[in-house]
C-alpha cells in the first residue's frame, strides 16, 4: 500500500517572507535626507509594500507631510508620529536618527525603492499560492477550471500591476509632439486602418479596422452567413494582415474539420459541394493545394469546445497570447452557446454576464472580440426584415458592453429577385467611436465566402 507523501506546508508557514530590510530603511532614509528624492519615486511605492510594519508607518507619515505641502525630515516625522501615538511603536527617536545615518546619499533611493517593491511582489505570490491552496483543501465547491482561473488571474493582475508604473502627468507640449509625430506617420503611410483589416475596403473605410479592446458583435438570423462571414474576417486577419495575425476560433456548433472544410471552400474558390461529395476536377485540386498550404503556415487557432465558459476561454486566449507573444483576433461563434455561470437567475442574466465579461477580455488582452449572436425570430413577421437593435437576443447587455455592432442580411433570402443574387448588407448599427450605416459586399455562397461588392456600372 503506497504512504502519502506529507506536505510541508506547516514548515512553509514558520519560514519568513521575503522581504529587504535594509533597502526599506535606505529608502526613508535617503527621503529624510533629501524630500525631493520622494519625487523620484513617481508614486511607484506604497506603505503596503514595506514588510516592517514601522518602516510602513512612517512611509504613510512622509506621504502624508509631502501631501499637505509640509516639509519632511526627522523632526517633522517625529512630531507627526507624536501625535498619532505611533513614535514609540515605531522605534521612537533613536530609530529615526538611525534611519538617517543608514544612507550616505539619496541618489539610490530609486533602486532601494524597487527592491522594496520586488519583494512586495514575491509575498504577494506567496498570499495566491496560499489561497489557492487553502481553497483546494476546503473543497469550496468550485470545480478545476474554476480553481485554475483564479490562479491565473491573480497571479496576472500581479504582474500586470508590477509591470504598471503609477504614470505622473503627461505634458501637453509632450502629448502634441507625440500627436503630430503620429499624425505626420498616418499621412505619410496614407493608412486608413488603424486597426485589424477585416479585408473588405469600404467596412474598413467606414470603421478603420477592428480595434484593439473592442467588443465586436456580429448578429443576423439564420441563412445570413454569420459563421462564413466571421470566418473570413479570421482568414483576413491572419493571411492578408501586414504581419501574420495570431487568430483564436472559438466554435461552438460547427466540429474543428467543418470550419477548417469551410475556410479551404473560401479561400481555394472551390464549391462547397464539392468537397461533400469528393467530385473534384483538375484544376479543383491545384486550388486546393494552394490554398491548403497557405492555411496550413497561418496561425488561425481553433477550438470547437461545445458550451465552453468565459473561464475557460479566456484561460485558453491568454495562453495563445502568452505562447505566440501576441493576439490579433478572438472570434466566437456564437455567444448564445456558451455556458454561464449555474446560478444565474435566468438566462438573459447569464448572456449578460458572458458579455460584459468577453468586453472584459477584450480589454485585458488589448485584442478585437468578434461575438456572433442570434436575433430574435419576431422580425420574421415584420415587413422589413432589417434588423434593428431592439432583435438582438438578450439584447440589453449586449447592446449596452458592445462597442460595435454588425447585422448581416442579405434580402435574397426572403425576396427571390435577379438583382438581389448575392447581394448582402453590413449594417452597422452601433460603433462608439465611429460613424454607423450601412456597407455592400457580394455573398459567393458556393464558395462560403463575401467579397467587396462592384456595382454593375463599374463591371468589366
Known amino acids: 500500500m503506497s504512504q502519502a507523501i506529507p506536505l510541508r506546508t506547516d514548515t512553509l508557514r514558520e519560514r519568513i517572507p521575503p522581504h529587504a530590510y535594509d533597502a526599506e530603511r535606505a529608502v526613508l532614509g535617503g527621503i529624510m535626507l533629501d524630500p525631493e528624492a520622494l519625487e523620484k519615486l513617481e508614486g511607484s511605492l506604497q506603505p503596503e509594500h514595506f514588510y516592517v510594519e514601522a518602516n510602513a508607518r512612517i512611509f504613510y507619515v512622509i506621504l502624508e507631510l509631502a501631501s499637505k505641502g509640509q516639509p519632511v525630515d526627522g523632526l517633522t516625522i517625529k512630531d507627526h508620529l507624536e501625535r498619532r501615538q505611533e513614535l514609540e511603536s515605531t522605534g521612537g527617536e533613536a530609530y529615526l536618527a538611525d534611519l538617517v545615518g543608514a544612507v550616505p546619499t539619496s541618489a539610490n533611493v530609486k533602486h532601494y525603492a524597487d527592491i522594496v517593491r520586488e519583494r512586495f511582489v514575491l509575498r504577494q505570490l506567496l498570499s495566491v499560492c496560499s489561497d489557492v491552496s487553502r481553497d483546494v483543501y476546503e473543497e469550496t465547491g468550485q470545480d478545476v477550471i474554476e480553481h485554475l482561473d483564479i490562479a491565473e488571474k491573480n497571479i496576472l493582475a500581479i504582474a500586470e500591476n508590477f509591470n504598471r508604473s503609477r504614470p505622473a502627468f503627461s505634458k501637453m507640449s509632450d502629448l502634441m509632439l507625440e500627436t503630430y509625430k503620429e499624425l505626420e506617420e498616418r499621412y505619410a503611410q496614407k493608412k486608413l486602418v488603424t486597426g485589424v483589416a477585416t479585408g473588405f475596403d469600404d467596412l474598413d473605410s467606414m470603421t478603420a479596422g477592428m480595434q484593439r479592446g473592442d467588443l465586436i458583435i456580429v448578429a443576423g438570423r439564420p441563412s445570413m452567413g454569420k459563421t462564413a462571414f466571421s470566418m473570413n474576417l479570421a482568414q483576413n486577419a491572419s493571411l492578408r494582415s501586414d504581419e501574420e495575425g495570431v487568430v483564436a476560433v472559438f466554435s461552438l456548433e460547427m466540429s474543428t474539420q467543418q470550419i477548417a472544410m469551410r475556410m479551404l471552400a473560401c479561400e481555394a474558390r472551390v464549391d462547397m459541394s464539392n468537397l461533400r461529395t469528393g467530385r473534384f476536377s483538375a484544376d479543383d485540386w491545384r486550388k486546393l493545394a494552394s490554398a491548403s498550404g497557405s492555411l496550413a503556415e497561418s496561425k488561425i487557432f481553433i477550438d470547437d469546445t461545445p458550451a465552453i465558459s468565459v473561464m475557460e476561454l479566456r484561460s485558453k486566449c491568454r495562453r495563445l497570447k502568452r505562447e505566440n507573444k501576441h493576439l490579433d483576433l478572438v472570434l466566437i461563434d456564437y455567444i448564445q452557446l456558451m455556458s454561464g455561470r449555474a446560478s444565474a437567475d435566468n438566462r438573459a442574466q447569464e448572456v449578460s454576464e458572458i458579455s460584459r465579461a468577453l468586453k472584459g477580455l477584450a480589454k485585458e488582452l488589448d485584442v478585437p472580440v468578434i461575438a456572433l449572436s442570434q436575433l430574435?425570430?419576431?422580425?420574421?413577421?415584420?415587413?422589413?426584415?432589417?434588423?434593428?437593435?431592439?432583435?438582438?437576443?438578450?439584447?440589453?447587455?449586449?447592446?449596452?458592453?458592445?462597442?460595435?455592432?454588425?447585422?448581416?442580411?442579405?434580402?435574397?433570402?426572403?425576396?427571390?429577385?435577379?438583382?438581389?443574387e448575392g447581394l448582402a448588407e453590413i449594417i452597422i448599427a452601433k460603433q462608439r467611436n465611429g460613424p454607423i450605416g450601412d456597407v455592400k459586399l457580394t455573398f459567393v455562397h458556393k464558395f462560403t465566402r463575401f467579397e467587396n461588392h462592384i456595382s454593375a456600372g463599374f463591371d468589366d
Do not use: H, T
Open 376 to 420: 430574435n425570430r419576431s422580425l420574421e413577421q415584420r415587413a422589413d426584415k432589417r434588423p434593428v437593435m431592439s432583435d438582438l437576443r438578450e439584447s440589453g447587455a449586449i447592446e449596452q458592453d458592445a462597442d460595435v455592432i454588425m447585422f448581416i442580411y442579405r434580402d435574397e433570402v426572403y425576396n427571390k429577385k435577379p438583382e438581389n
